[in-house]
């Protein structure tokens, strides 16, 4: 199953959403990628990403463009305040989801604020994508 998770910069959201789907079954083929992509990993995130055990370090921020020409069973929008507008995804898709979170990066505040925002944002994520796979994306064994 080709899955690819989208965002705006392919920084934060998507790559943790990338690393947690690709932790709970390695058979599943995860790529994240954005429309406005950074060109490089939030730092923090790898880091609090780490923390759960999973490292994101090797993952690449990829624009859209480099996705467009294939086919997906799933493509899934992560991005979630008003301020963002998600990105659409023209390409052969069979299923379009959408699960918005907050993005840890705007964060303000003391480093110990900012790190938590970046924890709780992170197990949100590993929720809404673990009940994902089990009732979606999880192979017949």
């Known amino acids: 199953m080709r899955i690819l998770i989208l965002c705006t910069g392919n920084s934060c959201r998507s790559q943790m959403a990338h690393g947690w789907l690709q932790s709970f079954d390695s058979k599943l083929e995860v790529y994240s990628a954005g429309t406005k992509a950074s060109g490089k990993l939030n730092s923090k ?3 609090v990403m780490l923390e759960a055990r999973i490292d ?3 993952h690449t921020s990829d624009s859209i463009e ?3 020409n294939d086919e997906w069973d799933y493509v899934i929008t992560v991005c979630g ?3 963002e507008s998600c990105p ?3 390409g052969k898709v069979k299923h379009r989801l959408h699960i918005g979170f907050d993005d840890p990066s705007e964060a303000v505040g003391t480093p110990e ?5 970046f924890i709780r944002v992170r197990d949100e994520i590993k929720k809404a994508f ?3 796979y ?6 017949d064994e």
């Open 45 to 47: 995130a790898v880091e």
């Open 88 to 90: 659409t995804f023209n």
């Open 134 to 139: 089990i009732s979606k994306l999880k192979s």
């Open 81 to 83: 305040g008003a301020n």
């Open 66 to 68: 480099k996705y467009l």
């Open 113 to 117: 604020f900012i790190n938590s925002e």
């Open 56 to 58: 994101i370090s090797h």
């Open 130 to 132: 673990y009940e994902l």
